[in-house]
């Protein structure tokens, strides 16, 4: 009896073990595992829906994406030679790059984002920026690093703005019209310089509102930024990022062009298109980037971008978790389209749950973007602006970029699920 007493007990114990193991199962075999394949058929019908009534369009868009449940790299509309390590234009995704540089050297004591622009740069008798006629732009006295890094400096934007005169005897023959677009009409291969960018709003005295009383986003402030990095590291903007941001965090992929004539990109790329009119206006792939150095120019892959992303926002990039907090503290910088939307020191928080930056250059419109509740890190593109609102309005092309984040989310809430 007392052998099979044990035996009895024995029994039940294994009664459990083999109900949970059965249970565990069943719960395996009636969840559904999300595969490449799902993500994929949600990206090609999401694309295709986008695309149904534009004739003749061309291009496509893809997402790279490193989370806790794995690295994913999905593309639609740009050909199977397409991977994470082709290159594409980033844009204003550039300025992630530049604030970090300028937040780096205010990490190192070189500079103090909250001095004036007309302060001497510590330890020196050199002001950050020239005691010149190119740098007289209206209320410099008064504008700190911070407002350019919040676009809070009422800095006249040249990329975004046509040039009107305050002067009504000063008469330029670009007045009224964009000045770098002017300048490129003129010499395709220019190569602007900081200096001659600043130099336009301090000739016209072209400003926006006195510096901290409003917001408005401005590619020429950060122009600026580019040239204090410059003054206070001893270095080219492009050596600067080079040397202490690219190389230090094995961004191999990720260049800096500065040059007038360097208008081609790394092989491999993506190329970039323009759809107007129900046209394909020709492929816009080169391009001079010379007026957007600090601002616009880097070139670099999804996964370069999805690495860079990641580094910074963890503090792992060479900003210490301390500086990194500092540029996601952002104030309202409200839009029609982003009512709720934040600006920090060259950080875009859309939202309470993510950061990071939207970039759009002719041909290419880019979204990167980190959330730390869920520690997912995405970078998406597309290599074709839909300009049917263009000359107008830039309505098509934000409609594109909400798509391009509904459509990642899409994604990302699958891999999640």
Known sequence: MKKKRVMVNKFYYIIPVVLIFIILLCI???????????????????????????????????IQILSSKGEYFLSTGMGDDVTSESHFRIASVTKTFTSAGIMLLNQKGLLD???????????????????TTEYDIPYKENITIR????????????????????????????????????????????????DELLSIDAKNKLSYFEPGSSYHYSNT?????????????????SEFIET????????????????GSDQKMPEPFSRG??????????DVTESNMAPHVAEGNIISTPRDLANWCKRLFEGKAGLTKETVEMMKSGMPSPSKQVPDAKYGL??????????????????????????PYTDVVYVTYTNVWDCQTCGKSTDSIISELLFLRETTNKII?????
């Open 113 to 131: 984002i909250n001095d004036k622009i007309t302060n001497n740069i510590p330890g020196t008798n050199v002001p950050y920026i020239p005691n």
């Open 413 to 417: 809430e699958s891999i999640n699920n």
């Open 147 to 194: 407002m350019l890094l919040m676009h809070r400096a009422g800095i006249f934007d040249l990329a975004n703005s046509n040039v009107l005169s305050n002067d009504a005897v000063y008469r330029e023959p670009y007045i009224g019209s964009n000045y770098i677009e002017y300048i490129k009409s003129e010499d395709p291969k220019h190569t602007f310089t900081f």
């Open 221 to 237: 402030g950060y122009s600026m930024l580019g040239k204090i990095i410059e003054r206070v590291s001893g270095k080219s903007y």
């Open 28 to 62: 395996c075999a009636n969840q559904k595992q999300t595969t490449n394949s799902d993500l994929q058929n949600i990206l090609d019908g999401e694309w295709q829906s986008f695309i149904k009534d534009k004739p003749n369009f061309k291009g496509g868009m893809a």
């Open 273 to 282: 298109y323009v759809w107007i009119n129900e046209t394909i206006m020709g």
């Open 346 to 371: 060259g950080i875009s928080i859309p939202s309470e749950t993510d950061y990071g930056h939207s970039g759009a250059h002719e041909g290419y419109l880019t979204l990167m973007s980190y959330d």
């Open 244 to 259: 202490e941001l690219l190389i230090p965090n094995n961004l191999t992929e990720t260049s800096s062009p500065y040059l």
